[in-house]
């Protein structure tokens, strides 16, 4: 695993409530009685502790573009940290278009996903590690290396820091108040090393599958794949599952190689930010950078 201050991006999610409701979503949308709506005294004091987090720092949701107070967030994060380290994770969804002006001024980096794409892939983030028939440290050396914590990032909610953003959805779905094992949010929390993060993955690892060998599946058919004692701990409080949205895994081993990230060619993202009258063009980051296409035509 990754030291913290390594991560490309560290994520401050604002919300967990999203218009789709995406297979295996690795925020658990659709899982929530009443989604969360971070309040903005809370996200300024998440905006402070990094500030001299030295690479990017990510709003994501569920879909941001919902919280009623995104544009005074936007407006907050850019007096704090310059745009080019101001990244936005969002589908850029119908109705919110009048969003684009303050999109383009405040982030330097967007990371577009809309998730109609029939070949876009999750892997079952509700199958949890503990239920597999696999070796313990076979297990074990698998965890170390999970794609998540070594290519995503930490992430910041209402219960506080974590180590990794998987770790941080499963709290909000499974802990019923802030835990113990979630991290202050203070100024160089994301300064924590993999020895820090012991008890976050002892909690958290054990109930996700993402970095077990398992099938994914495509994202639109809107199913979650969830095994059987992670099923029995959420049915009750689960509107996806009261809507019978979800299959109860076999737990069966999987070595699935299929490309789980298809929707990053520039061709599907542009269409993606066409309406809301914005292009993109890729920054030196590898990200994209958006613009207003009015700026570009006077």
Known sequence: MRPLKDMDTIQIEITNYCHNSCSNC????????????????????????????????????????????????????ASKIPKERLGLWTCLPEGKSHHRTVIAKTFGNIFLNDHTRDDILHGPVLVASDELSIDKYKKEQLIDKC???????????????FFCEIAASLSMLLDDEKPPESWPIEPGWWKKIPE??????????????AAM????RCSIEGIDDISPKVLERIKDKSPKIKRGQYEVHKLKQFNDN??????????????????YGMFITVNTKGFCSPYLKSDWSE
């Open 26 to 77: 690795t925020r658990l949308c659709g899982h929530h009685a009443k989604p969360y709506f971070m309040d903005y005294e809370y996200f300024k004091k998440a905006v402070d502790s990094l500030i001299d987090f030295p690479n990017m720092v990510g709003m994501m949701g569920g879909e941001p573009l919902y919280h009623p107070d995104f544009e005074k967030m936007c407006d907050y994060m």
């Open 147 to 161: 794609w998540v914590q070594n290519y995503w990032s930490a992430s910041i909610n209402p219960h506080g820091a």
């Open 196 to 209: 820090d993060f012991k008890t976050q993955v002892g909690k958290y690892c054990k109930g996700c599958g």
């Open 213 to 216: 060998p398992l099938k994914k």
């Open 258 to 275: 299929r490309k789980t990230a298809t929707y990053k060619d520039m061709e599907y993202r542009q269409k993606t930010v066409d309406r």
